[in-house]
């Protein structure tokens, strides 16, 4: 029950704006000591996001300046946490084991765009080497969430078509009206 109102802080935190659509989300669980985890996803063509927020939730064992939790966009590392990080609401489950650790981090539109432009992203996170998975104060766990304000692109519908000009509608007439009048008087002759 506990986490569970932990979690409502968190993603109340990582709402943010009534306007944000979700990007992208996932939960893992920490089955394993030094765990890592990738994702590529495809973003939709006719959508751009501005204001781009990465709200995260993580439950384990980040105690120590060794135990500590990086995330990555496109290989670029966007943060470094442990129990102690600056900036981030930290909470102690069980002595030197368990700690509940939220926050977000907003993106830069610049290097959204950046990450953004082939429509790819290729998403990873990674605990240090020493971040163990521990079942004391429940299961262990990395939660994240992208966010950011969508804006629908237009549908290129509007395909140029050259248009024939009269002038030359009327010269191909003419042309072949002239054919037909010579092939005619050559089969009467």
Known sequence: MKLLAYA??????????????????????IVNTAQTY?????????????????????KGDYDL????????????????WNASSPGIFSTTIYPHYDYLLMG????????WTSFASDQTLNLSWSNGPNVNAYTTGGLDFVSYTLTGTPSV?????????????????????????????????????
């Open 8 to 29: 409502a802080v968190g993603f109340s935190m990582i709402a943010g704006a009534a306007q944000s659509a979700i990007i992208t989300a996932d939960l893992t669980p």
């Open 38 to 58: 990738s994702q590529t996803i495809t973003l939709p063509t006719n959508v751009t996001f501005a204001d781009v927020t990465l709200g995260l939730m993580l």
């Open 65 to 80: 300046s060794s135990e500590y939790f990086n995330f990555y966009i496109d290989g670029t590392q966007l943060l470094s």
């Open 153 to 189: 692109l237009a549908p290129n519908t509007a395909t140029q078509q050259e248009v024939p000009e009269p002038l030359s509608l009327a010269l191909l007439g003419l042309g072949l009206a002239a054919i037909g009048y010579s092939r005619r008087k050559k089969a009467n002759a």
């Open 104 to 111: 977000s981090l907003s993106i830069s539109d610049v290097q």
